[in-house]
Structure formats: structure tokens, C-alpha cells
């Protein structure tokens, strides 16, 4: 590597991390491909799930790169499947994955002939409608979308040729695979990377996945080998990347400051893209496309090399041609075009990326210098850092910025633009006029096509841990963040509110419930006595899921008492078939319906057939009907909900119909990711916006949300054999909802002169709620029910609330909230009293 002033010695760009985490690269025994150490580096990031990041020499991203050697990694690659293929080539369709892929997978489908591409995308686009998509376990941000202009593009039977940049535990791929699969079977399947990283275990399960898809699947990659981790190398990389960032070691910008106020030039080059060319494989590129492609290339080239200045002058020198983020196959045919015309000394090729990584000026050490600079193409995600890598102080005499036009932007020229001109002696910008679909796919008559209209795109779900304990991966919250709002009210006060028909329950948050050391003792018990009952209706209920509603669902629950159970769900389906199923949570409101922001946002991004709808159990079935309900405007979700327990028989996809004590209903907030209820008030919430909620960042200290999925999750062995036989009766039996818990509680309800159905909470679960959220009457107990009601009886006798045992309840218990509430209904140390 050459830097400005100086060169450096040849070493292996991974020997830093190597020697400071114990991280190796093995080559395959007897393979005879390109040395694993001429293909990678080694770099540091801040990641919760992977520290580590292999650096490929030869992809063009983070590294800048001869475009030749970019391009023939990739042409090479697709020559090979050409071969594997033989005449089936020419039926085959290739995808390849963003952000890193786009231009990998887009040179396969060059050297593979006819096949036409397509790369999946983070970039919504209104009016095309998702035929798909998945999650990418290790990835920094992790939604992938597939937005086909032509639907039929990924209908056909024949080898679809998956490209991705490495292949590590092969998640990413298995999960596209099932998910496409189940909509189009094909016979055979091509995986394609530039290096094959899995482990014995995972080469094994992707045979396995194989043999139960009925389905040929082989694998393609330049070289092949192992990565070797040490015990701790997550926490230990942490540690590494946080002492560094500190110590202010990571070499973000040798000229930090320089670029305010640089007056440099940035000259635009008009390209003569051809008009109605894509600008990349977002929405497809077929044969067609490459034919005019390759006809405007060198016409385009010539421009470029005309921009660079005279003959002989010092800006035809090094040549940077960058691209940014998912383009990267444009700006890399350009660069490819103008390093074969021989008009500058030298050309490289890289991208810039949404990928933060640790930056080490070292020359054992993959990112020598980074520069950072914000978003400028209005990401669907909200604004951001985005990264150059291994630019600055690289010694180019020009760059090329390259760019298509949604990302021509105000934010790139005070952006992108003013950073990179303290670093070269000249800025050129080329714009590729962004596709846009004409929404008219090919198999579908012109009559019957339907207008689009463009909305604003709506956020990015919150994930932990800025928004929740839980795990980025565990959940996306379709929220928004109203953690600086005073929203509490005493639960007095809102009751009275509600009675009185002044006030909405979701207007305001009852004040958090603290449990007291003997309620959190009555916690830890009832958690241990039913882990496991727990982890068998999990198992039942996601299989039972998986079987009947999608091989590949989209866990959408409610917030949040879903949520629990939808973490434990996407636990389950990982840990038994390998799968990681996307999971969110959105709110849904009594009498207010179900997020509409939230449903457009899903229908955006996934199709709505695959989403199912979660939460923990069923009272006397509110929700239930306010789901169906509410989905009535949204064709296309089914609106049938899953829970993980129907006691009131209101569902007939379910874990168990038994009312016992699931304990993450005995708390609040610290057993749901420290997230409050959810908010619905014209205030705080706009037409545009997500329903709000709070996270408690402040009780942290009695967060068990993570420990309550970690001890249920560990019972999932044990209970296997008997999940599969209750599943397989379940799917046999007639499990169509009696909805006997609604008739108990309008039965109750005028029997002890309620006359509210709203009023008379059913089940341990809703009985919980009312003794810690509301203003409790009295408790209805099944006679002779046992520890499942515990909690139910310390909590009771902590706020003076009688508990009546009586015969023939369909529940457990039954919760009844005070009637006709008044402030004057409570004594001053805020005990029931007899109602009036």
C-alpha cells in the first residue's frame, strides 16, 4: 500500500487483531485457491454481535482496489456457476445482497451470461410493493428488502444464484432461501461468496437444510477456510475498540478540522447516462440492460478522462473512482472502462458504507484512516454517520465521487464532498440518474394496475439499546420515543379519568410498580416452577406457526405483553430450524385500533401475508376483535392473532388453553425490555407518526427482562419431544374458538352489578394488570386454586382488595375493576373500599 510520503512494508493486514485478540484465518486443507491472507484483512467494530470484520482485498468497498482485480472476482466467479449451470444458465436469476454485495452479485450475473439481477435494498421506495425480505444476523443494520420492478423476476423455476461477500454461518442465505422458496420452489440453488468461512457444524446444516427444502443447493466462492475465535473474543474486541476511541487512536481523518471552510472546486462530469438505463440491480437489470450498458461505456469513460485535465498533468495520477453505499456497480464499470483506456497512471476503485469501523493507522491493520461524514440520500432510517475507508492520506490526485440522483443532495456537497477535499488536489462528482419504476410489471395487464401514491417514509423501528434492554436483533419497536415526556399520572387519578369518559387509558401511564423484595421473591419462584411449562407452549405455538402459517413469518407483537413472547418465538424457531425471523412490535389501543403508521410501515418492508400477529395471552378477547377489526383497512395481514396462552378459548393458534401464571406478567416494564405501555394522545402523536411509549433507562437495576427469555429459553431442550407431540395432535384437532370466556365475563359483569364488560378483567394474567395498574374491586378465585394465584393474594392484600373464591369460573381468576370510581372510593394510604 502506497500512503502520501511514504510507502509501508508488505504485511498482513490482519497481524494487529491477530496479535492483540488471538484471531486467525485457516486455510481449507488442500485447497488450491488464493491464500485466505491475499484475500483478507482483519478490522475491529463496534457490533453487539460480531467484532470482528473480515476485510476482502478484492470486493471494492472498504479497501480502494485495481477495478480489474474487483471485476474479474466477480466475472470469474459467475464463469464458474456458468459451468456448474451448463444449459439451465439460461434460466437462472441472480441476487446478490446489500449493503456489500450489490456490485459483487452484479459481476456474477456478468460472467454467468443472460441471467438477470437483482440486489436486495435499505432503501424503501414508494409504490413498489416488497417481494420479499429478510435479516442479516452480524449485519450493522440489518432489514433487507426485494423490490423487483417486474414481480416475475423471482417467480421462475429456474437456479436462483445467491452472491454475498462471505459466507460465514450461512444464516443470511438459508433465511432467503426458505423465505423464496416457500412463494417459488426451485429445484437448485447456487450460493456464491468470495470466501466460504463456515464451520463443520454449519457446512452440516446446510446440507441438512438441502435435504429438508427437497432442493439441490451447492456452494461457489474463491477460496474456503476457518476463522478461529477464542473464548471472550466479543467482550475482549469491545473492550479493544472502546480503549482505542478513548485514547483517540482511531485515525478517523489525518486532516480533522481542514475541510471546514475549504473552498476547493468540485467539478461535475455530465456522464450521458442513457436514459430508462438503471442505475444498478435495486429493481432488476436484465440482459437488455447490460447490452446498452456496455454499448455507452466508453463514450462515458472518455468524459471522465476528459474531466481529469491534460495529458501528463498531475491530476491523471492516482485516481480514486468512489462509490456510495448499495451503487457500487456503476462507479465500478466506470473505473473498470477508464483504468482499460490507459488515461490515468494508475485507477482504484472503493465505496463508501453505513458500516462504523474501528480505524488503526497501523500496517498490520485492514482501515488505515476513515472519514465521516452524514447521510445525504434521506435514509428510510433517519440520519447518520456514513464512512469512507482507506482515503485519506492515501495520496490520490483526483477522486471521483460517484453518486446516483436521490443522493445529489445539499448534505453531500457540505458533506462527503468538503471531506474528501483536504485529500486530493481535485473532486470530481458524476450523478447516475436513480431508476424509477414504472410500476407497470410485465404480467400484469395495464388495466389492471393501480395508482401509486408517494407518502413520506415513515422511521426505522428503535432497537436496544437505545431504545429497550432487549437485544437489537430480539425486537424492532414500530414506536416512537417519548422517554422525555412526563406521562404518569396516579392510578387514582386515572381511573377516575377513564370512568368519567374524560380521558382515554392510553392517554397516560400509570406510575411504574415497584415490587417489593417479598413480590420479587414470589417472581423469581413462579418463574423457576414454570420455565419449563412456559418453554413448551413457546415451542407449541411457534411450530404450530410455522406449520400452518408461514415457513418464514414476520413476528409482529403487541406491545407489549407480546413482546416477551415474540422473543421467546424467534428464540425457538433459531434455536430448533436455524431461523431468524424478523420481530417487531407495535401497539394496538382499545377502542383506538391498531398503529396504521406501524401496518403501512410492515406493508413497506415485508409482504402482509407473512406477518403474524402476537401477543401473551387472551382474556376475554378485546384485542382479539380490535385486531380484526382494526385490519379490516389493511387487506392482505391476516388478522388472526397467535398467543401464547387463550384461556377464554378466543384463538385457535395457541401454546396451551390453561390459565395459569406466565411470570412476566407479575411485572411491568423490567420484564419487557424496561419499555412502557404504549401512548396514544393527539398531542404527542401526528398523522405521520408511530404510537409513543417510554424506556425506563432508569431502572436498569431491576431490568430481568433478559434473565426471564435466557431461563425459559434454556428449557427448550427438554420439552422438544413433547412440543412435537402436542403439535401434532393440535394440528389434528378442531381447536375452532368457543369464545366461553367473553360469555363468563358478561355473566360476571351483571352478576355483581357491574354492567361493563371493560370493567371485568379474566385470567391471572388481566387480574395481574388490575392489581398493578388500576383501581382493583375486589378478586373472583377459582376455589382451591394454588401457587399459580400467590402473587395474585400478596398483591391483593398489599392494596386492601378482598379475594372471593368461588365455584364454576372458566378461570383461574378474574379481576374486577372498582365501578362507578371515585377518588372517594380510596382511603388516603390508597387501599380499596367498599364500592357505593
Known amino acids: 500500500m502506497t500512503r502520501k510520503g511514504k510507502t509501508i512494508d508488505t504485511v498482513w493486514s490482519g497481524t494487529w487483531v491477530a496479535e492483540r485478540l488471538g484471531v486467525d484465518l485457516g486455510q481449507a486443507a488442500g485447497e488450491a485457491s488464493p491464500p485466505l491472507k491475499e484475500l483478507l484483512g482483519l478490522a475491529l467494530r463496534r457490533n453487539p454481535k460480531r467484532a470482528h470484520l473480515l476485510v476482502s482485498q478484492v470486493l471494492g468497498k472498504h479497501v480502494p482496489q485495481s477495478p480489474e482485480a474487483v471485476y474479474a472476482a466477480g466475472h470469474g466467479l459467475g464463469v464458474r456457476v456458468r459451468e456448474l449451470l451448463g444449459d439451465s444458465a439460461a434460466d437462472a436469476v441472480v441476487l446478490g445482497y446489500a449493503e456489500t454485495a450489490t456490485g459483487l452479485g452484479h459481476c456474477v450475473a456478468d460472467g454467468l451470461g ?121 467482550e475482549k474486541g469491545r473492550a479493544l475498540v472502546e480503549e482505542h476511541e478513548a485514547a483517540g487512536a482511531t485515525a478517523p481523518d489525518p486532516a480533522e478540522g481542514v475541510a471546514e471552510g475549504v473552498a476547493r472546486t468540485v467539478t461535475r462530469v455530465a456522464l450521458g ?104 440520500d434521506a435514509p428510510a432510517d433517519g440520519p447518520g454517520d456514513r464512512y469512507a475507508y482507506n482515503v485519506a492520506g492515501a495520496g490520490f490526485d483526483t477522486v471521483v465521487a460517484v453518486v446516483d440522483s436521490a443522493a445529489d443532495t445539499p448534505e453531500l456537497h457540505a458533506g462527503l464532498l468538503a471531506r474528501l477535499a483536504p485529500h486530493t488536489g481535485r473532486v470530481l462528482l458524476a450523478v447516475v440518474p436513480s431508476h424509477t419504476p414504472s410500476h407497470t410489471p410485465s404480467h400484469l395487464p395495464d388495466d389492471r394496475q393501480e395508482p401509486t401514491v408517494t407518502e413520506p417514509q415513515l422511521p426505522e423501528p428503535l432497537r436496544g439499546p437505545a431504545f429497550s434492554s432487549y437485544a437489537p436483533e430480539d425486537v424492532g419497536w414500530l414506536l416512537q420515543d417519548l422517554s422525555d415526556v412526563r406521562l404518569e399520572a396516579p392510578t387514582e387519578e386515572r381511573e377516575e379519568a377513564i370512568q368519567a369518559g374524560g380521558a382515554h387509558y392510553a392517554e397516560s401511564l400509570p406510575v411504574e410498580y415497584q415490587p417489593s423484595p417479598q413480590y420479587q421473591e414470589l417472581y423469581r419462584s413462579a418463574l423457576d416452577a414454570s420455565a419449563a411449562r412456559i418453554a413448551r407452549a413457546v415451542g407449541t405455538v411457534t411450530e404450530t406457526v410455522l406449520a400452518e402459517r408461514s415457513p418464514s413469518p414476520v413476528l409482529v407483537s403487541l406491545a407489549r405483553a407480546g413482546t416477551p413472547v415474540g422473543v421467546l418465538m424467534r428464540r425457538w424457531a433459531r434455536a430448533r430450524h436455524g431461523l431468524d425471523l424478523p420481530h417487531y412490535a407495535v401497539s394496538i389501543v382499545r377502542g383506538r385500533g391498531i398503529d396504521a403508521n406501524a401496518l403501512r410501515w410492515l406493508a413497506a418492508h415485508h409482504d402482509p401475508a407473512d406477518v403474524v400477529f402476537v401477543d401473551g395471552w387472551t382474556g376475554k378477547g378485546a384485542i382479539t376483535r380490535e385486531l380484526r377489526e382494526a385490519l379490516r383497512e389493511f387487506p392482505g395481514f391476516n388478522p388472526e392473532i397467535v ?71 434454556a428449557r427448550f431442550d427438554e420439552v422438544a419431544d413433547a412440543v412435537a407431540a ?25 352478576e355483581y352489578g357491574i354492567h361493563d364488560v371493560n370493567l371485568v378483567k379474566p385470567g391471572v394474567g388481566e387480574t395481574t394488570r388490575v392489581l398493578l395498574r388500576r383501581v382493583p374491586w375486589k378478586i373472583l378465585a377459582q376455589r382451591g386454586a394454588g401457587s399459580d394465584l400467590d402473587h395474585v393474594r400478596l398483591l391483593a392484600e398489599q392494596r386492601g382488595v378482598p379475594v372471593e373464591e368461588v365455584d364454576g369460573l372458566p378461570y383461574t381468576c378474574v379481576g374486577l375493576i372498582h365501578p362507578r370510581f371515585t377518588r372517594g372510593a380510596t382511603g388516603a394510604d390508597g387501599k380499596a373500599v367498599a364500592s357505593q
Open 273 to 376: 447516462w442513457p436514459a430508462g438505463l438503471p442505475d444498478g440491480g435495486r429493481h432488476g437489470f436484465t440482459a437488455a440492460h447490460r447490452e446498452v450498458l456496455e454499448a455507452a461505456l466508453p463514450a462515458m469513460a472518455a468524459r471522465l478522462s476528459d474531466a481529469l485535465g491534460p495529458l501528463g498533468a498531475e491530476s491523471r495520477g492516482r485516481v480514486l473512482v468512489l462509490g456510495n453505499e448499495e451503487l457500487m456497480y456503476a462507479p465500478l464499470r466506470l473505473a473498470l472502462a477508464l483504468e482499460r483506456s490507459g488515461t490515468a497512471r494508475e485507477v482504484r476503485f472503493s465505496t463508501t458504507t453505513r458500516s462504523p469501523v474501528l480505524a488503526v493507522d497501523d500496517p498490520g491493520y485492514a482501515i488505515r484512516t476513515r472519514l465521516v461524514f452524514p447521510a445525504h
Open 726 to 750: 402436542e403439535v401434532k395432535e393440535l394440528l389434528a384437532a378442531d381447536r375452532t374458538p368457543t369464545w366461553e370466556g367473553w360469555a363468563a365475563v358478561e355473566r360476571i359483569s351483571e
Open 114 to 234: 443472460p441471467a438477470p439481477y437483482l440486489h436486495s435494498t435499505r432503501r424503501p421506495v414508494p409504490g413498489v410493493r416488497p417481494a420479499g425480505g429478510f435479516e442479516e444476523a452480524h449485519s450493522h443494520a440489518t432489514s433487507h428488502l426485494l423490490l423487483p420492478e417486474d414481480p416475475a423476476l423471482l417467480a421462475g423455476r429456474g437456479p436462483l444464484v445467491l452472491v454475498d461477500d462471505e459466507f460465514s454461518t450461512g444464516n443470511t442465505v438459508l433465511n432467503t432461501i426458505r423465505d423464496l422458496h416457500s412463494r417459488h420452489p426451485r429445484a437448485h440453488y447456487v450460493v456464491v461468496a468470495l470466501v466460504d468461512m463456515r464451520s463443520a457444524a454449519d457446512r452440516d446444516r446446510l446440507t441438512g437444510f438441502a435435504a429438508e427444502l427437497g432442493a439441490r443447493v451447492d456452494l461457489i466462492a474463491l477460496a474456503s477456510g476457518t476463522v478461529s475465535l477464542p473464548d471472550g473474543v466479543l
Open 643 to 713: 398467543v401464547l396462552a387463550d384461556p377464554g378459548s378466543c384463538v385457535d393458534t395457541y401454546g396451551t388453553r390453561e390459565d395459569f401464571l406466565i411470570p412476566s406478567a407479575c411485572l411491568n416494564s423490567t420484564v419487557s425490555g424496561l419499555v412502557s405501555r404504549t401512548v396514544l394522545r393527539s398531542d404527542l402523536v401526528g398523522p405521520r407518526d408511530f404510537h409513543g411509549a417510554k424506556f425506563y433507562r432508569e431502572l436498569a437495576g431491576a431490568d430481568v427482562s433478559a434473565a426471564f427469555v435466557d431461563t425459559v429459553a
